[in-house]
């Protein structure tokens, strides 16, 4: 199978949301990333549970839902009822992640955690057995538009080595900057799905664009 595609709903047109997904939904693409920001954890901030479960309402395809906030096991189940596939919290801000993690799974969602790009790939040993994804930013949380930071490709590489004598099915997952220019060296160094926002909805065709990233014949893992 080829890698999967998850266009960012952050960069979608709010004032026409619907059209978006809807859009997304006929394409070549597979997840929905959902970016979720409280302020506090990042400097931004994007929507919470209206929106998710507008978006929910009209998406075909799984939600791929990305806490970027504090205190994530506060609302787990919320997100896990209005409709998350997946729920990925970040590293940096879980006290006890094994105990959040579980919690994940207990609310019937498969489990992430993402990384920020200062934090080393080696702190996830302990944890990497139990988790379905990583997700590997490749851009400093909290913004759209940044630039892709060239060291990704490096802990991508080290992090499907790491993986690959612990749990061989983890999918890893990459964020921030992806586009064309990128796309085949990040799936080359390990990466199974990648996340697309203004790559997709600042292109002229954002459905040929999703199919253009989709293009790749490499295989994944399936969640």
Not at 13 to 35: G, K, T
Not at 101 to 109: E, L, P, R
Not at 165 to 191: C, F, K, M, S, W
């Amino acid at each position: 199978m080829k890698h999967l595609i998850a266009p960012s709903v952050l960069s979608a047109d709010f004032a026409n949301l619907q059209r978006d997904i809807e859009m997304i939904n006929s394409s070549e693409a597979d997840w929905f990333h959902v970016d979720v920001m409280d302020g506090v954890f990042v400097p931004n901030i994007s929507f919470g549970f209206p929106v998710m479960e507008a978006i929910k309402k009209y998406a075909a395809k799984p939600l791929d839902v990305h806490l970027m906030i504090v205190n994530p096991d506060q609302y787990i189940e919320r997100f896990a009822a209005a409709g998350a596939s997946i729920i990925t919290v970040h590293y940096e801000a879980c006290t006890h992640l094994h105990r959040t993690v579980q919690a994940i799974h207990a609310a019937g969602c498969k489990t992430g955690v993402a990384i920020n790009p200062h934090t080393p790939v080696g702190l996830l040993k302990d944890i990497l057995t139990d988790l379905d994804l990583v997700l590997v930013m490749s851009v400093n949380p909290g913004f759209g538009g940044q630039k892709f930071i060239p060291n990704t490709i490096n802990k991508v590489k080290e992090l499907r080595n790491m993986a690959s004598q612990i749990n061989p099915r983890l999918v890893i997952e990459v964020d921030g900057g992806v586009g064309l220019h990128n796309l085949t060296e990040l799936v080359q160094a390990g990466a199974n799905v990648l996340v697309a926002g203004n790559a997709v909805f600042a292109d002229e065709s954002p459905i040929q664009m999703i199919s253009a990233l989709k293009e790749l014949d490499t295989t994944t893992v399936n969640l």
